[in-house]
């Protein structure tokens, strides 16, 4: 599967879908990196995964955890 903002530490665009597997983290599906297995937010479904992979997630006061660059 192909990430439409590429993965925020190496930049590779291709992600996959997984279970978190880690004994600290909740049960759920979260995006990893292809090739440099950076995982994202945990959510309950595919989708939410995704979104949250491709946005960010928000923080405190609203402000996105995740800076988008400009594609220009």
């Known amino acids: 599967m192909k990430s ?3 993965c925020p530490f190496c930049k ?3 992600i996959l ?3 978190s597997d880690t ?3 909740m049960e759920g599906i979260q995006v990893m990196c292809d090739d440099c297995g950076a ?3 945990i959510y ?3 989708q939410e995964a995704i979104d949250g992979w491709e946005s960010g997630i928000r923080g405190l ?3 996105r955890l ?3 660059e400009d594609k220009a």
């Open 4 to 6: 439409k903002n590429g």
């Open 61 to 63: 006061g609203g402000t």
């Open 39 to 41: 995982r994202g937010p």
């Open 23 to 25: 004994a600290t983290a």
């Open 44 to 46: 309950d479904k595919e």
């Open 12 to 14: 590779q665009d291709v």
């Open 66 to 68: 995740r800076k988008l």
């Open 17 to 19: 879908i997984v279970k």
